[in-house]
């Protein structure tokens, strides 16, 4: 069962400082995502690694090649993180960048190509992808966000298990969690998806609905979860129904 997590930059990172990584959060993410190995791709947010920085050069609104090293420089970081982390537990993680993996087309992914993901999982390594900075062959540069990579990897891989884990407990709608949304719900709650605390050029919960809301046309039910609370990611991996479900 082919399985695709992704870990909010929120969960990892104090997103209103700069380059601010929670350490032990970390730990307690690879111990957990360790107690459910195998057939796993493992994206992560940029939290205030990559968001402060490329709203500093003001990505992805203009071309900046300083701006495009600094920022993927600064991800780059958080990932190496995340990967010793890993690696302490015997996962076998390898970092995948996106900046020289993807080509987007006006912000949305025009070329990847996930057989080498595919092929790392079948040899029993762990991909770790993150939010980047990439080229953009009408715009120059842009913002590949994790969730961006999320939907897209669901849809090119048709993974079995696609689970978001951020910082709130679901979607949320008149102070409660949704059991499930779907696009005609959307409408309905849109006012209600603001943006977290800290920077995000990405959409927050917004963007996150919206990239799985376009996955589930494909017919694939994905969940959002809350990863800061202790033994959920675990619980997600094992297939268990927490947070909110975005269904087609």
Known sequence: MLRILKIGGSVLTDKTTEGSAKLG???????EVSASPGDLILVHGAGSFGHIHAQRFGLPSRFDPIGLL?????????????????????????PVHPLSSVLLDRGRIASMDPSIVLEMVKR????VLHGDV????????????????VSYLARELRSDLVILGTAADGVMSRGRVLDRIAADDLSMIEEELGAGPGFDVT???RGKVGELLDLAQYGVTSRIFNATVEGNV????RGQAIGTAVVP
């Open 70 to 94: 600094e920022t993927h420089r600064s991800v780059v970081s958080l990932n190496s993180l995340f990967v010793s982390a890993l690696s302490k537990r015997d996962l076998f993680p390898l």
């Open 203 to 205: 959409g927050g919960m």
């Open 124 to 127: 029993g390594i762990l991909p």
């Open 234 to 237: 675990e619980a997600a991996l």
């Open 25 to 31: 959060e970390i730990e307690r993410i690879a111990e």
């Open 134 to 149: 990439a080229l953009d062959r009408s715009l120059g540069s842009g913002i590949v966000s994790g969730d961006q990579l």
